[in-house]
């Protein structure tokens, strides 16, 4: 017998709860903020379709995280949908956008609860993949209380999605009408194909390079945006710091209009490439020398999100070569200890923001604290999705 936690009766009702937070005060900004969004609800959002991965979370905190061989018990529990499309899509959704996602889980309690909490949530989920047996993926989180860290253990889906999952009729109906598609290079050999289709129909493709993964190569080639955690960019091009492996993506991908570095409490390096090209006639400057120039300008004396750009330049990279283009440093929110619960999913939050942000045609002074602001928000609640906020919150009037 399953355990208990897995069964309809004892898993969904917690699982696909959606808990919101309702502000205590309405300051004047807010209310207008709430004024200008009700003028343009009648307006049709943009749609973002996602492919990629789906699951469950069960998440525990502990108070430390546990040693070899000991035995502990959690100070709390909470099942949840996880999953990087999942969580991002389901960020999009919250924020307004019309979210599409496909994935595939199997038809048992979890691939319910799956479905059910992303639909809850108003993600589209019309074009998964339901497999009559297997086992839909799930994670084990440890949230460590004391470090603010957490720990993934993650069992995949079975049987995977394979190509033949798909029809040509269903991509082509899931690509329709779409603005943008996002891919976490989950389920790559399916995921390449709808991104092939997303290039030769000129919808722009966003890629959340995470770490390198199969596909990865081919789905970046076929990308106009790149989302990448901290270590990936050295990881990937082997340059010996983040602004020279920043050069060193847009000179290996010619297609990609700007790469973003998320690095946590340190707030994010965005790089893009300039349409002017080759006119621009300013001296070089090396990459590494402008995001020092670049931090001295940043205000560090403010908790709020922030941004500061350099002007369009030729950036130069030590034995990486030369890339016209414009640097932004995003800070992060400075979260109290006290309001810090948990980081899971926070990069997920970010890619979500970023998503809206191209979709609504940020500009990337404004994108990025915007999407700083809602990871941090993210940040205090437990798991990748309870903290969620919608575009209503007060918290985001500020910034939106």
Known sequence: MAPTFYTTATMLPTYISVPSRTPLTTTTSVRRFRAKMSSVTQVESPTVLGFGGVGVDLLATVAEFPKPDDKIRSTSLKVQGGGNAGNALTCAARLGLNARLISKVASDAQGRGILEELKADGVDVSFFVVSEEGNSPFTYVIVDNQTKTRTCIHTPGSPPMVPDDISNATMLAALAGVKLVYFDVRLPDTALLFAHEANRRKIPILIDAERPREGLDDLLNLSDYVVCSAKFPQTWTGAPTVPSALVSML?????????????????????????EGGSVQAEEIGADD????????SDSSTATPSCVSSDVTRLHAKGVGTVCGKLFLGTAEKIPQSELVDT??????????????ICTNKPPEQMLPFAAQVAAIACRDLGARAGLPRLTDPRLAPLS
């Open 251 to 275: 000179l290996r991908l010619p297609k990609v209009k700007f790469v973003i570095v998320t690095l946590g409490a340190d707030g994010c390096i965005m790089l893009q490439r300039s349409v």
């Open 290 to 297: 402008l995001v020092e120039k670049l931090k001295c300008q």
């Open 344 to 357: 899971t999913g926070a990069g997920d939050a970010f890619i979500g923001a970023v998503l809206y942000g």
